[in-house]
């Protein structure tokens, strides 16, 4: 049972234009979630988070987006970037922050064109 | 400060032999989690260890088992290798204190082939 899912492996947007990224949680215990980014060859890094007492976080031009009624989250680029080109996952921790058990969803591949 | 670190990056195996990854966190950090990415199943947890102890598990068989020394580097050991056991086995590091989320830092991960 996929308690964190992105139901679309990929996205392809123009440079200049608005990413939007998008991922649905099972598990009401959740709360928090993070956003990490993964080129090819290397670990996820970190990008954005969000608290469950927040419904929106944002990092230059990185937006996190919470709703916690339709257990749902979404991260906004703003404007994309070819370098943003990369597989983002989205993941939450099991058993609170403190514990290194993040459960992750199964990632969507942006491409950014020029 | 430098980052977590993997070895070996590459390693290819056969079906029955065993192997042995290693993983040495950023300095300070006691919290080492494994992870196994696969195309399949995405990035699956594996287990966590915070002070030479096993602190979580996922939900993999026996043949995977793991331990953590005392200055906070960690091996994970697949036994009885199989075919499925392909995959991209990532380490992170945290501080893991408990009270707040403590942010994760992958390493680049050892890419494991079993023939």
């Known amino acids: 049972d996929q308690q964190v899912k992105q139901n679309s492996p990929s996205l392809s947007v123009q440079e200049g234009r608005i990413s939007i990224l998008n991922c649905d949680y099972t598990?009401?215990?959740?709360?928090?979630f993070l956003w990490y980014k993964k080129y090819p060859a290397e670990g996820p890094t970190f990008l954005i988070s969000i608290s469950s007492i927040k419904d929106k976080n944002e990092d230059g031009r990185f937006t996190v987006f919470l709703n916690k009624s339709a257990k749902h989250l979404s991260l906004h680029i703003v404007p994309s970037q070819p370098g943003d080109s990369a597989v983002y996952f989205c993941a939450a921790p099991l058993y609170g922050g403190s514990q290194g058990n993040l459960i992750f969803g199964k990632g969507t591949k942006l491409s950014v064109k020029p | 400060k430098a980052g977590v670190t993997q070895t070996p990056r590459y390693l290819i195996k056969t079906r029955g032999q065993q192997v042995t990854l290693s993983c040495s966190p950023i300095?300070?950090?006691?919290?080492v989690s494994w992870y196994q990415q696969t195309p399949g199943q995405g990035l699956q947890f594996l287990f966590e260890?915070?002070?030479?102890?096993?602190?979580n598990k996922g939900n993999f068989p026996g043949r995977f088992s793991g331990r953590q020394f005392s200055n906070s580097r960690s091996e994970m050991n697949v036994s009885t290798l199989e075919l499925g056991d392909s995959a991209l086995y990532l380490c992170?590091?945290?501080?893991?204190?408990?009270?707040?989320?403590?942010?994760?830092?992958f390493g680049p991960g050892t890419r494991l082939t079993v023939l």
């Open positions: 992170a590091s945290s501080m893991g204190l408990a009270g707040f989320y403590n942010e994760q830092f």
């Open positions: 260890y915070f002070s030479e102890t096993q602190r």
């Open positions: 300095s300070g950090h006691r919290s």
């Open positions: 598990n009401s215990m959740f709360d928090y």
